[in-house]
Structure formats: C-alpha cells, structure tokens
C-alpha cells in the first residue's frame, strides 16, 4: 500500500515517528501526498508540542492561533525565525547593552521566550549547543523577564488592587531566574481548582452557593493541591526568599508568604463572581447573604487559612489585644487592619518590608548542601533564589521613588540611588540597561558609571579573574566539601600564592587559596561531572567555557576568553 493510499490515523502515526526534514522530503513526492502530509492533524500537534503549549501560560505574550488551513505554514515560520534567533546569538560580538534591546525588538517577546526556555531547560548536555550559547541565552531570557519588573515601578493610579495575583505578585515573580521553568505551574494549580469545581459541585450549583461558601471550597481546592509541600515546610518557622515568588508557591517548592496565598484565592474568587479586596493580613469578601454584608478570610504564618464573620473577627482581635473594648476594636482596629491597599501601597510593602525581612534562601540553612539537597528543594527551579538579584531590584525600587518625587530631585540621596542602580547594571545586568534609562531619564554615564570590558565584567560580576593557566576548567575538591569544583578563574600574586575562582553545583562562586584544594579525576568519576553539568545549566559556566573535554576531563575555554587570555584581540565590553 502507498502512504498515498493509507487511512488517515496510520498516516499521523507514521508522520509521529518522522522529523520535520523527513516530512518535508516527503511532501515533495506527488501533489496528493504535499496535500496529506500539510494537514492540520500532522502539524498542529508539533506547534503545541514546541511553542504554544507553553505560550498559552505567558499572560503577556499570547500568541495568535493560527487557522485550520495554516499550521503547516506557522510551523515553518517558527523554525525559520528559531534558526535566526540561534544565528544571532552564536554570531554575537556586540556589547550586552546594545544586544539585548535589539534582540527584543527584532522578534516577538513571546517567540523568544518560548525558543530561549526550551534552550535553558535543556541546559548544558541536552541543548546541543555550545556552554557560551546556553548561558548567553540565559541571559537574554532574563533581561526579557525584568521588563515586568520594571513595569512594577512605573507611575501608577493609586486605585486599589483588584488582581494583585497578576499585576504585582507575577511580575515580582519574573526577577526570578527560573521563572519560565516555573510559568506552567500556575495554570496546572488554576485549572485544577477548576475541575475539582466542576467535579464536586458542577458549574451551576457551584455558583448558586453563597459567596463566603463558594471562596471556603476555593481554599480547601487550592490548599489540597498545594498540600504535599506545604506539608513539608511546616517545620520551618523563617520566611524567606522562595516564600515571596509566587510561582514556587504555585510549583509547590514552597509555603508562600500568606499574602500570596489570599492573592491567589483572590484571583479564584474573580473568576467565580466573588467581589473581594484584599487588605493587607485579610481578604475581604463580599458576601449579600450576610447581615454585615461580608466576611474575612485571613491566612496565618503556618499557612493556615480562616474565614472569620465579622463578629468572631471582633472577638479574636479582642483576645489577641487584650484590654480593648468591642467598641474600640469595632471603630478603630478595624477600620485600620481593613484598609483597601493600594498597588502603590503594595509594592512599597514588598520591598520596604517584607523582603528586606526575609531577605535570605532557604538554601543558605540547607544541610548538607549537595546535590540530592538542591533536587529536594528546588525539584523544578533547579537553582535557590539570589539575594543579589533581591537587592539589585530593592535599589530600583528606591531610585524610582526618587525619581517620583520633584522635591527629592535636588537631594544628595538623588545622586546616590541612581548610581547605585547603574553601577548594579553595569556589573551584574547590562541587558536591563534600556529598562533603567527609561524608568530613571538617565543615563550611567551622568552618574560616572559605564559599560565594562568583558574581562572588567567577569571580576565585578563573580571575582573571575583571567590569566593564562592549564587550571582552567579543571576540577578540584575542597578540604571542606568532597563535592567537585570547577576552576573558573586563576590569579597569582608576587608572594607565590595562587588563587582560585571556582564555581559549584548549582552556580555559587568561591575564591580558594590553591594549597586548600585537591585535584579531582574528572575521567574516572565521569557521573559526577555530569551530574555537576547537569544541576548548573542555569550557572554562569558558560560566561567562560565553551565546552567539555570528555578525554581530558576538563573543560575547554570558549573563544572570547581565549582571546582574553592569549592577546588575540583587546577583548570587547558588555
């Protein structure tokens, strides 16, 4: 039987087991089999498979469907801009700075970021690229992510929040370095609650019930998909940085602060007709049934949740406060505690407050660090939040405060924000340059800060310093810690000592004094070393190797460091 003349069904089945190449080759056989082999039912699977599968959770990037008629045509559009995106970057020789805004204006935000994830996600020994092109891809995903950070500063409304879920707490979520493993997250636990919805109750009885009623179920929905790790955090008594990402709490990594938790059952409650405000420690809910007109659902620091009515609420805070009367609880507390917030009001919580607060990983108590620990505790993000990336947006936020003010414009602290929030940039992100300039109506160079040569930017960033060395990418062992370290940068000073730049697992950098380490025999303890490859495709390893030599068991320096090393050429700026 010709495949002309196969039955639909054994068609697909066939085409499942061939690349694109091999289908294209195929189409170019007759005019009837071009026919066949373009259907819908053949490329439509392989768009989702690739790009809309994860768009379709990008809420700022949503993509056009395309028609019945046309998916063959939107597959090969993609792969053509996919291969000119990867040319882009392997070709790059231009500063960071300059790359990376015309990076995002040349192709669709949601494009890039959909090509750019599953490069990431595949990281150092999965991609098929080289460790330079992982990492620089990296990169330019985060420089993409940080402009909804940005978009937290911005000169807003003083209106009230009716979606912190989405317009504050997702876009914090995007100064995290693993958002867009993350990203799917979200919807799995939303449409969950959905079905559950549907399955306990169907649609319309669901929405016959009260609206106290209906958020109570909500909870107990979303508590009970985000059991099995809250239950494991509920030794912990500390918050940290995790506990502020709302995507970690939707990936079930973490507890979440409580008031990402009532932002979330705020944005379910919308969805089920429920007119709610959130005010800081509570949620109010609206509720027509109900003498007071509403309830109050609170959820404690165990992640505990509560609906009060407004009588018991009256009595808790009498019993918490002691002395107070009902009268006073009534016509002081109250209207304090269950004041609106403002999305101003909000971020200013958050980066005044709360993260300053909180204001370490989890991953810095976790005992003993290795690798079995990282994968326990960060099984999606693959990687601890960085306190620096926290501290690098906190300076953003106070420079953009400034800025909004005219009558701290000609204050000494002026000065000293914005070249902060530029030295920060020029040493740690010089992708979010553009997004700075515009925030702030300034430029680094007003303040004394510029862009750094490669060599400048790889001490400021993680101490590395480049000399020539057979070290390099090496892997050594510690006296304090038998798990393997790569040798990322050498520096010898005039009293013989020698050190080290090196770099773990999961992307932390050291400096080690060289008598202090043993070398370690990367050839005969190849696991490992793939195992560290494997945990650091979110790391900076790529910034200077570009490759690993599997018959030497090292790696191998990438081009631009070698002509850093080597005075090949002067070495270009970032």
């Known amino acids: 039987t010709s495949p002309i003349e196969l039955h639909q069904e054994l068609r697909i089945e066939i085409s499942k087991w061939l690349g694109p190449a091999d289908l294209l080759q195929l189409r170019l056989c007759c005019r009837s089999l071009c026919q066949k082999i373009t259907s819908r039912a053949i490329w439509r699977p392989r768009c989702y498979d690739n790009w809309l599968s994860y768009q379709v959770h990008d809420v700022w990037n949503i993509d056009t469907v395309p028609l ?47 090509w750019l994830r599953r490069v990431v996600e595949r990281g150092f020994l999965h991609s098929g690229l080289r460790f330079d092109t992982v990492t620089l891809c990296h990169h330019l995903l985060t420089s993409l992510r940080h402009r909804h950070v940005y978009e937290l500063f911005a000169p807003s409304s003083s209106e009230y929040v009716h979606d912190a879920e989405q317009t504050v707490f997702l876009r914090l979520a995007a100064m995290d370095g693993s958002f867009d493993l993350l990203l799917p997250h979200r919807q799995r636990v939303l449409n969950g609650v959905h079905t559950l919805v549907k399955q306990e109750h169907g649609l319309d009885g669901f929405l016959a019930m009260p609206a106290t009623l209906r958020v109570d179920r909500l909870v107990c929905f979303l508590m009970g998909l985000l059991a099995p790790q809250r239950q494991q955090q509920q030794h912990q008594q500390q918050l ?71 009588r018991r609420l009256v009595q808790s805070l009498r019993r ?10 009534t016509n002081q507390v109250l209207p304090s505690i269950l004041q609106p917030l403002a999305r101003a009001e909000l971020v200013s919580t958050v980066f005044r407050e709360l993260l300053p607060l909180h204001s370490r990983s989890r991953w810095t108590n976790a005992s003993p660090k290795n690798v079995e620990t990282l994968r326990r505790l960060f099984p999606i993000s ?3 939040m960085s306190a620096e990336i926290v501290h690098y947006f906190t300076c953003v936020y106070k420079a953009a405060e400034i800025q909004s003010r005219i009558e701290m414009r000609i204050s000494s602290l002026y000065a000293v924000a914005f070249k902060e929030v ?15 300039a515009k925030l702030l109506h300034s430029r680094g160079v007003d303040f004394g800060e510029h862009v750094l040569p490669y060599e400048e930017w790889l001490f400021q960033l993680h101490s590395i310093a480049l000399e020539e060395s057979d070290q390099l990418g090496k892997f050594v062992t510690s006296s304090r810690d038998q798990q393997p370290l790569c040798i990322i940068g050498v520096r010898t000073f005039q009293n013989g000592n020698t050190y080290y730049t ?4 999961c992307g932390e950098f050291f400096v080690e004094l060289s008598d202090n380490l043993q070398p370690f025999d990367a050839q005969d303890e190849r696991d490992k070393i793939n195992e560290f490859l494997e945990c650091s495709g979110l790391s900076d390893l790529g910034l200077v190797f570009s490759h690993m030599d599997e018959e030497n068991g090292r790696l191998v320096l990438n081009e631009k460091v070698q002509q850093l090393i080597y005075g090949q050429c002067s070495g270009s700026a970032v």
């Open 68 to 114: 019945d008629q046309s998916w063959f045509q939107y597959f090969c559009y993609r792969q053509r801009l996919e291969r000119k995106m990867l040319a882009d970057v392997i070709s790059q020789h231009r500063e960071y700075h300059q790359f990376f805004p015309e990076f995002g204006q040349r192709y669709n935000a949601g494009h890039a970021a959909a």
């Open 240 to 310: 940290c940085l995790e506990d502020f990402m709302l995507l970690r709490v939707y990936a079930g990594e973490t507890q979440g602060h409580p008031l990402l938790v009532l932002s979330i059952v705020q944005t379910l409650a919308a969805y089920y007709g429920v007119e709610t405000v959130l005010c800081g420690s509570y949620l109010v809910i609206r509720d027509t049934q109900l003498r007071a007109g509403e309830t109050y659902l609170t959820v404690s620091s165990r992640g505990v949740p509560k609906i009060f009515t407004r």
């Open 502 to 505: 090196l770099m773990n697992f």
């Open 320 to 329: 918490i406060l002691g002395g107070s009367t009902e009268q006073t609880i």
């Open 382 to 384: 693959r990687q601890p």
């Open 422 to 436: 530029f030295r920060l940039v020029s040493r740690q992100y010089p992708g979010d340059y553009c997004y700075a």
